[in-house]
Each structure stands twice: as C-alpha cells, then as structure tokens.
C-alpha cells in the first residue's frame, strides 16, 4: 500500500514529526514500512508560466514561437507541442534549469530564433509513464487556469514531500486504504485523528425516478448493495489535486469519473464502480451468479466465459460487470455518458477471489474486494464519491439512495480482563491506560471495575476474542518496551508416541526398498476427486470446504492421499522418469457431521505409488512386507463399484475383518485425467488400524526338526471365485499339520471352459513331533480337496 504522506497528514497531525520517526513507530505497532519514497524530484528552475502569444515558427512549418508570461516577466520559447492554446498554463524549464534525467536547459537559437528554454511534458518532470494521464502522455503538460504563474512546477504539482510503502496483511483490509493507516498513526503517535465530514450540497430529484429496481439473487455472494445516481454528467479530466493524490498513491488518472471511485476507494479501502445508466436494460440491476458458460466482454475488451461460482452485476437481459473484479465493456462510462448509477456493494471475499485467479484478473479493486471488508462501510463510501464528484463539478447529484440487502449491523462486543492482559504480554500496564489505548484504535471500551468491555468497530473484522484485544494493547503500548525474560518451567522428557514409531518403521522400510518421500498439501481442489474418477456418492467426497481458501486449488481439505499422489506421478512422467517408487504419509480430514461443530477426524494415512517397472503383485508385496513386521495377516477382496481403479486389477485389504485400505492400478480414465499414459499402481492404507492391530509380543517358534511333505493341488473354478476366499476357507478349517497355504499360478487357455480358470496352490504339511508318513498326510489332502470342489464348485484338474 503506497501512502503519500502529505495525503495522511489531512486526517492526522503529524506535523513536527520526521519521516524516520513516523515509519519507525508505525512498522513498530504492525504497519510495516517497507520503503520510504522521497517525491521530491531533483529538478530546479522549471516554472509555470501563461502562454499570451502564438505565432508560426518562420523558417520551420512545424515549430511554433511563443511568448510565455511566467509572473516577473515573458520569455520565448520554440515548440513544436501539438496541445497547447493561447492562455495555457504550463511548466517553463528556463535557462541553467536541470529536468528530472539530468538534462541541463540553455538559451539557443531554433533555426535562427532565440528559444529561451523549453515548454516541459510530465516525463522530463521526472513522472512514471504508467502514471501519466492519458491526455497528457503525447504533449506538454497543462495546469489548471488557476494556477499561480512563477511559482516552481514541483511545488505546482505537489512534488514534494513522501510516500510509505507499507505492507499490510491480509487480515488488516481496513488498512488498505489512507484513513485506515491514519487511525493507525492517530493511536501509535497518540495524536487526533480528523474524518472528512460528509455531505451532498444540491441534491436534485429523486432516484426511484431513474432506478426501476435493484435485486440481489444470490445474498451468499452479496451481502449489500448500495447505489446512488448522478445526472448531467461532465466527463473530463480531474482537477490536479486529484490527479496527483491518485498519481502518488500508484495509479493512473484516467477521468473526473473513474478519479473520483478510485480516490475514493485509496482513501477509504472501499471499491466502487459506475456505470452508464442509460445502458442498463430497463434501468434494473440484478445481483445474481452467471449462468453457466455465460459470457462477458470486460473492459479491457476481452470476452470472459463465466462459471456459476462466479458473481455478475447484470441488468434486466445481460451480466454488464464481473462482481468485485472488472466492469463491461457495454456499460462502461464514455465521453458521451450522462447518467451514471454508482455501486459501492460487499461481495463475497472468497467468490472474488476464485473468480478474480481463475479469469486472471487483478486490480486494486479486486485485491481489496477479496477480503473482508465492511458491509457497514458501502453507504459511507458511496456518499462521499458522490460528494468528490459534486466538489469537482463532475456531475449532480440525485436526491437518495437504493440500499438492497442487509442493512442493519451490530458491533461485536469483546471482554477483556485486565490480569490476562499481564499474564500474556508479561509485562503490567494500567487498566486506565489500557482503555486509553483501545479508545485511540476507534475500540470504544469502558472498564467496569473487573473487566474492559469492548465494542468493536465495524471495521475490524480481525477482532474476535480477548486474545484479540490484548495484542492490540500490546502493539500500541510498545512491544520495544516490554523487557525480555528468560523461560521458566520444568524441563519434561520428550516421547514419541505409537503412531509416530508405527510411521518411523514404515519409512525406514520404505526407504531401504527405494521408495522416494513426497509431501503434499492438506488442501486440495474439489476437481481432483473429478480427476480420480470417484462416484458422485463416495464417501471420499464429503471434504470439509476451507472459508477462507488461498485459492480454488486449496479449498477444501483432503480425505485421501491418492489425488496428490498420482498428480505427483504423472508430473515425475512427464519429466521424463521411465520407472519409479513414491510414497506418503500424512493425514487425510473426515468429519461425521456436515455442517461441522467440532474438529474432524485427523486420521494418519500411508500412501504408495509405483509405475515402470510394477505390477499389481509387486505393490501388493511391498504391503505384504509392511504388515509382516507388525504380525498383521491380511486379506484382499474384490473391491466393487470404485471406478479410480482399475475392475480387474484392484483389492480390498481387510485384517481380522476390517477394512484398511486399498490395493490396486489405477483406471485409465483416471490416470489419463493426469496426462498419464502407462500403467501406474497405488495403495492407501490406514496406519491408526495398522497401529490397532500390530502385535508387539513375537512368539517363539522352535526352529522344525522334522522334514516337511508338499502337495500341490490345481482346481478348475469360476472367474469369480476369488483365490483369497479359497486359502482363508482352508486356513480357518484347521487341518491337522497343515503348515501354510501358497497360492503360486493361474492360468485360462486352452483346456479350461470359458469362464472359468485353473488356480494352483502349494500345500506344506508338517509335525513338530515326529516324521509323517505320505498316507496320513494323503488323507487330510484329499478331505482339503473335496471341501473346496464342495464349497467353491472347482474341479480337481
């Protein structure tokens, strides 16, 4: 935020006070300065001057020869300037003067007339091009008929004096403007803080003759509009005053129109816009969300496709502003403009950001409406542009106002107690002077005999809580002043915690078996779960939205880890990894309520990815490693109705029947919306049930003694039989000496009916007491054979 110092000074007395000292106290009660801007430009005996005669050049068709009054007497000057007139006022760099780039003026003769100086243009003055008026950038620069003449162009054009470039934080909006760093240098400086006092002269008419309606349609994107109406409008440059407050603060003068909304909004942090009225479709405005694919021709000429998220000031047929963030075209203020319905309205901060980012659109206005401002501030806001414009002769104004939506607004009233105040900041200040310095921010507070109580001003959207109050105290009072002391306290002896082992082992693992860590954000984009391809009712879809979002690709918080994981994927392809091995850990946010009261669920979630050169059993052996070491036998089911994966080629993962995870390729749909092409395998998997149940105690197992007898067992079953349900139906029969269950081929072709396929098992079978004997163990094998053509209609092959 650039502020010019001269312009703060009309609402605080700083007089007296150096430039060091005004942006030390203010970067040391939060308003940081980041700069201190000197305006005065090093040039000198350049004056204003009136041009009382003009007469063609007589040896050069496009110079001019001029005589110029510049208050104790009149030199000649040669020009070839385009835009001046008799009895123009401008600036007259005379002999021995020095302009803004060094470039030194000496009487000389113009093809044989003497020239006794030179007419200068705003650049030569030393001002950014991006500054200069529109109507001054090609010519010499003209003062207004008032201007003294004699006096130094520097002092005519207020190039004096400086501006503070101050960084201000994102939940300081009210500081985004000169009033709001005012009452900040009121209160750090302890001086009186002055607002302009508002008020319409010679208001005419009366504006329900001019406005049919003003309708807001979505109140969640607009909580107050507020709209007034100028007639007999005069488009024209602004006064110089004006111009050069505007020029300062870091924008270019364009009209006496714009001038005005734009002075308006730097001084007071507040937005505005006008419109032709005469161009509003049946003199309505309708606050409403665009319609889908709607489109829009901006001001800058360029036809915006809208989406439903986004805001629109429309009339009675068409959307003629983007809400916050940039006018239309189509009713856009010209010279020909007469009737102007000026806005001042609070948007929704998060809306305007979204649609501000996602048009990559940015302005001053838009940077601001994208906080949030006070609804209580649009009519104050609106009166006084209204009040610029009628000062300036710009326009008339219409007796009244429109104020659609809410409009009734009460302060927040906040406690604070005096011993809290000591306890946090640690250091003691007195009661009286506690109120005295909430009093000074505009936080009207009285102290009751036990506490402070606090009405909070419209304004201070930051101020929720005691804590809140107390840093306000702290700041203004000087944290400079509060002296350092050193921590106290007994020092406890650090843990780590299950879950942190649980995760620690998993990563060593992991690492040793050349899996590479990724971390990724907490926030993520609703359009991933688009993306990943998940149904419209998966639970994976009931995120928590983020009020305050940084952007639409952080709004709303994760509840898996698979849609970072596989863009982290496709972006590692794409940068030319022909194989790889990536995992996560991190928490995924669910909540069992919607809207939500208390915290969600942080819930500690493993994530793998492989691709190159992995298949469905690589991934799944790599699970299968990571559960041994927490004696967990796992089970893999077919996994239904998640079209992220791939149908054929995907698991359920279950242990002691509970679910806790998923195994799997991803779709190709899914990964093809990540611009991947080849085959990628991920899991995710619960580490809080994995920490429910490890089992810490290992049991020991005497190392066989006796040799073991192996058979082999090929069955013939349905597609749909799965090879899990066979080896869990075996294990949990508890045959005799049955040792473990192995499942080693599958195979479909020739010989096996269609539908059908053979699965082979390896079957170990052992006693800790003795030898067994092939007869014995031939029976039990037999009966295992019988019970799965039994149960699972197989076939021995």
Same mark, same amino acid.
């Given at each position: 935020?650039?502020?010019?110092?001269?312009?703060? !000074?009309?609402?605080?007395? %700083?007089?007296?006070?150096?430039?060091?000292?005004?942006?030390?106290?203010?970067?040391?009660?939060?308003?940081?300065?980041?700069?201190? /801007?000197?305006?005065?430009?090093?040039?000198?005996?350049?004056?204003?001057?009136?041009?009382?005669?003009?007469?063609?050049?007589?040896?050069?068709?496009?110079?001019?020869?001029?005589?110029?009054?510049?208050?104790?007497?009149?030199?000649?000057?040669?020009?070839?300037?385009?835009?001046?007139? &008799?009895?123009?006022?401008?600036?007259?760099? #005379?002999?021995?003067?020095?302009?803004?780039?060094?470039?030194?003026?000496?009487?000389? !003769?113009?093809? +044989?007339?003497?020239?006794?100086?030179?007419?200068?243009? =705003?650049?030569? &003055? +030393?001002?950014?091009?991006?500054?200069?008026?529109?109507?001054?950038?090609? +010519?010499?620069?003209?003062?207004?008929?008032?201007?003294?003449?004699?006096?130094?162009?520097?002092?005519?054009?207020?190039?004096? +004096?400086?501006?503070?470039?101050?960084?201000?934080?994102?939940?300081?909006?009210?500081?985004?403007?000169?009033?709001?760093?005012?009452?900040?240098?009121?209160?750090?400086?302890?001086?009186?803080?002055?607002?302009?006092?508002?008020?319409?002269?010679?208001?005419?008419?009366?504006?329900?003759?001019?406005?049919?309606?003003?309708?807001?349609?979505?109140?969640?994107?607009?909580?107050?509009?507020?709209?007034?109406?100028?007639?007999?409008?005069?488009?024209?440059?602004?006064?110089?005053?004006?111009?050069?407050?505007?020029?300062?603060?870091?924008?270019?003068?364009?009209?006496?129109?714009?001038?005005?909304?734009?002075?308006?909004?730097?001084?007071?942090?507040?937005?505005?816009h006008a419109f032709d009225l005469e161009k509003m479709a049946g003199r309505k405005v309708v606050v409403r969300r665009a319609g889908k694919g709607e489109k829009l021709m901006t001001l800058d000429k360029e036809t915006r496709e809208l989406t439903?998220?986004?805001?629109?000031?429309?009339?009675?047929?068409?959307?003629?502003?983007?809400?916050?963030?940039?006018?239309?075209?189509?009713?856009?203020?010209?010279?020909?403009?007469?009737?102007?319905?000026?806005?001042?309205?609070?948007?929704?901060?998060?809306?305007?950001?979204?649609?501000?980012?996602?048009?990559?659109?940015?302005?001053?206005?838009?940077?601001?409406?994208?906080?949030?401002?006070?609804?209580?501030?649009?009519?104050?806001?609106?009166?006084?542009?209204?009040?610029?414009?009628?000062?300036?002769?710009?326009?008339?104004?219409?007796?009244?106002?429109?104020? @659609?939506?809410?409009?009734?607004?009460?302060?927040?009233?906040?406690?604070?107690?005096?011993?809290?105040?000591?306890?946090?900041?640690?250091?003691?200040?007195?009661?009286?002077?506690?109120?005295?310095? &909430?009093?000074? #921010?505009?936080?009207?507070?009285?102290?009751?005999?036990?506490k402070i109580v606090s009405k909070v001003p419209h304004f201070r959207p930051d101020i929720q809580q005691e804590a809140d109050l107390i840093e306000e105290v702290g700041r203004i009072f000087g944290m400079e002043r509060i002296e350092p002391k050193?921590?106290?306290?007994?020092?406890?002896?650090?843990?780590?915690?299950?879950?942190? !082992?649980?995760?620690?082992?998993?990563?060593? =693992?992991?690492?040793?078996?050349?899996?590479?860590?990724?971390?990724?954000?907490?926030?993520?984009?609703?359009?991933? =779960?688009?993306?990943?391809?998940?149904?419209?009712?998966? @639970?994976?879809?009931?995120?928590?939205?983020?009020?305050?979002?940084?952007?639409?690709?952080?709004?709303?918080?994760?509840?898996?880890?698979?849609?970072?994981? /596989?863009?982290?994927?496709?972006?590692?392809?794409?940068?030319?990894?022909?194989?790889?091995?990536?995992?996560?850990?991190?928490?995924?946010?669910?909540?069992?309520?919607?809207?939500?009261?208390?915290?969600?669920?942080? %819930?500690?979630?493993?994530?793998?990815?492989?691709?190159?050169?992995?298949?469905? =059993?690589?991934?799944?052996?790599?699970?299968?490693?990571?559960?041994?070491?927490?004696?967990?036998?796992?089970?893999?089911?077919?996994?239904?109705?998640?079209?992220?994966?791939?149908?054929?080629?995907?698991?359920?993962?279950?242990?002691?029947?509970?679910?806790?995870?998923?195994?799997?390729?991803?779709?190709?749909?899914?990964?093809?919306?990540?611009?991947?092409?080849?085959?990628?395998?991920?899991?995710?998997?619960?580490?809080?049930?994995?920490?429910?149940?490890?089992?810490?105690?290992?049991?020991?197992?005497?190392?066989?003694?006796?040799?073991?007898?192996?058979?082999?067992? @090929?069955?013939?079953?349905?597609?749909?039989?799965?090879?899990?349900?066979i080896i869990s139906d075996i294990e949990t029969r508890g045959y005799e000496y049955l040792e473990s269950v192995d499942f080693f081929d599958i195979y479909k072709g020739m010989g096996i009916e269609d539908g059908h396929k053979s699965l082979a098992?390896?079957?170990?079978?052992?006693?800790?007491?003795?030898?067994?004997?092939?007869?014995?163990?031939?029976?039990?094998?037999?009966?295992?054979?019988?019970?799965?053509?039994?149960?699972?209609? @197989?076939?021995?092959?």
């Amino acid at each position: 935020m650039l502020v010019p110092v001269n312009w703060l !000074k009309e609402y605080v007395d %700083i007089d007296g006070l150096e430039i060091r000292t005004i942006a030390d106290r203010l970067t040391m009660t939060g308003s940081h300065v980041d700069a201190v /801007v000197n305006l005065d430009k090093d040039i000198n005996n350049v004056v204003t001057g009136r041009i009382v005669e003009i007469e063609n050049h007589p040896e050069a068709d496009r110079l001019l020869v001029t005589k110029v009054d510049i208050g104790n007497k009149v030199v000649q000057i040669i020009t070839g300037a385009k835009n001046i007139k &008799l009895y123009d006022i401008v600036p007259v760099a #005379l002999h021995g003067s020095v302009l803004a780039d060094g470039t030194k003026i000496k009487n000389s !003769k113009l093809r +044989g007339v003497l020239s006794e100086g030179m007419m200068c243009s =705003y650049e030569e &003055l +030393g001002i950014e091009d991006k500054l200069i008026p529109k109507e001054s950038k090609d +010519g010499i620069l003209i003062f207004p008929d008032e201007m003294e003449l004699g006096i130094e162009a520097k002092k005519a054009l207020e190039m004096e +004096g400086y501006l503070l470039d101050i960084e201000i934080t994102f939940n300081r909006p009210d500081c985004l403007s000169v009033i709001g760093i005012a009452r900040e240098a009121a209160a750090a400086m302890d001086r009186k803080l002055t607002l302009p006092e508002i008020k319409i002269n010679n208001p005419v008419g009366n504006i329900n003759d001019y406005i049919n309606e003003i309708r807001i349609e979505s109140p969640e994107l607009c909580t107050r509009y507020y709209a007034k109406v100028i007639k007999d409008v005069k488009i024209g440059p602004s006064p110089l005053w004006l111009q050069r407050k505007i020029m300062d603060a870091g924008m270019r003068p364009i009209s006496n129109i714009v001038d005005a909304t734009n002075y308006v909004m730097l001084e007071m942090g507040q937005p505005l816009h006008a419109f032709d009225l005469e161009k509003m479709a049946g003199r309505k405005v309708v606050v409403r969300r665009a319609g889908k694919g709607e489109k829009l021709m901006t001001l800058d000429k360029e036809t915006r496709e809208l989406t439903s998220d986004m805001c629109v000031i429309a009339d009675e047929n068409d959307a003629q502003c983007i809400a916050g963030v940039m006018g239309g075209y189509d009713s856009e203020i010209t010279d020909d403009t007469k009737l102007i319905i000026m806005e001042c309205a609070n948007f929704n901060p998060t809306s305007t950001r979204l649609t501000s980012k996602s048009l990559g659109l940015r302005s001053e206005a838009s940077s601001r409406n994208e906080k949030p401002l006070s609804p209580q501030n649009v009519s104050y806001a609106n009166e006084r542009v209204c009040q610029i414009i009628e000062m300036i002769g710009a326009g008339t104004i219409v007796e009244g106002a429109i104020d @659609a939506g809410r409009n009734e607004f009460e302060d927040a009233t906040v406690e604070l107690r005096p011993y809290r105040c000591t306890e946090l900041l640690g250091v003691h200040i007195d009661t009286d002077e506690m109120v005295k310095i &909430l009093n000074s #921010l505009e936080i009207e507070s009285i102290y009751d005999g036990q506490k402070i109580v606090s009405k909070v001003p419209h304004f201070r959207p930051d101020i929720q809580q005691e804590a809140d109050l107390i840093e306000e105290v702290g700041r203004i009072f000087g944290m400079e002043r509060i002296e350092p002391k050193p921590l106290k306290g007994n020092i406890l002896k650090g843990s780590i915690s299950d879950l942190r !082992k649980v995760e620690a082992r998993i990563k060593n =693992y992991l690492t040793e078996s050349e899996f590479c860590e990724t971390t990724t954000y907490s926030f993520i984009s609703p359009k991933k =779960y688009d993306k990943m391809n998940f149904n419209e009712d998966s @639970a994976l879809r009931e995120y928590i939205k983020i009020l305050n979002p940084l952007g639409e690709d952080f709004s709303s918080m994760r509840t898996t880890l698979l849609p970072n994981l /596989v863009e982290v994927i496709g972006k590692n392809i794409n940068y030319g990894t022909k194989k790889g091995r990536i995992y996560e850990i991190g928490n995924v946010f669910k909540s069992n309520e919607f809207p939500i009261k208390d915290l969600p669920d942080e %819930i500690s979630t493993l994530s793998l990815g492989m691709f190159g050169d992995a298949d469905f =059993y690589t991934i799944k052996g790599v699970l299968e490693n990571i559960f041994n070491k927490f004696q967990i036998k796992a089970e893999y089911r077919v996994l239904e109705n998640n079209p992220a994966f791939h149908p054929g080629r995907t698991a359920a993962v279950f242990a002691e029947g509970v679910y806790i995870g998923v195994v799997g390729e991803i779709h190709p749909i899914a990964a093809k919306n990540f611009n991947i092409k080849e085959r990628v395998y991920a899991a995710e998997i619960n580490l809080e049930k994995i920490l429910e149940l490890s089992k810490e105690e290992r049991k020991y197992k005497e190392i066989p003694k006796y040799p073991s007898i192996t058979r082999d067992m @090929a069955v013939v079953a349905k597609d749909e039989v799965n090879v899990g349900d066979i080896i869990s139906d075996i294990e949990t029969r508890g045959y005799e000496y049955l040792e473990s269950v192995d499942f080693f081929d599958i195979y479909k072709g020739m010989g096996i009916e269609d539908g059908h396929k053979s699965l082979a098992f390896s079957l170990v079978f052992r006693s800790p007491e003795r030898t067994l004997q092939d007869e014995e163990v031939q029976k039990i094998f037999e009966n295992i054979i019988k019970n799965v053509e039994d149960k699972f209609d @197989a076939k021995l092959r």
